[in-house]
């Protein structure tokens, strides 16, 4: 079993920076790929970014590439999203999560092949 909770979340301006984190207990991170999710008002819960079992590899959703950004720390069992230039359609309940189902290429951007999720951090951006 992986615990997971996030940290982070927050009521900011359009433009501004926030970093969430995501710590695991109860066993390493370091047999899972990651991957944080959103769930916005009246939304469908969304893939936003993944990162691969070692960290080489990392893959984002259109519409945060070139502002957020997604790295773990094995030291730390913990995962980040750094997130910059935020706009308000990012105002969302983000969510950290850990799968382990085989291939990570296949399966990085599907809810279904996540294990363990987190209770959520609310990010609230205002105009």
């Known amino acids: 079993q992986v615990q997971l909770e996030e940290s982070g979340g927050g009521l900011v301006q359009a433009g501004d920076s926030l970093r969430l984190s995501c710590a695991a207990s109860g066993r390493t991170f370091s047999g899972y790929y990651l991957g944080w999710f959103r769930q916005g008002p009246g939304k469908e819960r969304e893939f936003v970014a993944a990162i691969s079992y070692t960290g080489g590899g990392t893959y984002y959703t259109d519409s945060v590439k070139g502002r957020f950004t997604i790295s773990r720390d094995a030291a730390k069992n913990t995962m980040y999203l750094q997130m910059n230039s935020l706009k308000t359609k990012d105002t969302a309940v983000y969510f950290c999560?850990?799968?382990?189902?085989?291939?990570?290429?296949?399966?990085?951007?599907?809810?279904?092949?996540?294990?363990?999720w987190g209770q959520g951090t609310q990010v609230t951006v205002s105009s």
């Open positions: 999560a850990a799968g382990n189902s085989g291939s990570y290429y296949s399966s990085r951007t599907n809810r279904n092949k996540y294990d363990y």
